[in-house]
């Protein structure tokens, strides 16, 4: 057939039903499970994760070798936000010892 295969009708015709769409979670509540990477390379966007997100939902990331930017330049970064020094270790390790659970155990 030519909607698709066999038997498959395709979406209904006409305006989307709105009561078929169970309603979205809250927003704020996705954001604050929401983590993003440090691979940007841009002071302006990691200026922007950490104000919009906060430094605990930032983890370091070069997204893969080689690197754009010396390693040191790019920890430079990280250490020029608008955060202080604790909050920069969470950024540089802390928030991946704890999401990824590898603090050393007894």
Do not use: C, W
């Amino acid at each position: 057939s030519a909607g698709g295969p066999a038997g498959a009708a395709g979406p209904p015709a006409g305006p989307p039903d709105p009561s078929a769409v169970p309603p979205a979670a809250d927003p704020a509540a996705a954001l604050r499970r929401l983590y993003v990477d440090t691979s940007t390379f841009s002071p302006t966007h990691l200026g922007l994760n950490a104000e919009i997100l906060g430094p605990e939902r930032m983890l370091f990331g070069t997204d893969s070798p080689p690197l754009s930017v010396p390693l040191e330049d790019f920890i430079r970064m990280i250490e020029k936000l608008p955060v202080d020094k604790a909050s920069q270790q969470l950024i540089l390790g802390g928030n991946a010892e704890a999401v990824f659970d590898l603090r050393s155990r007894p």
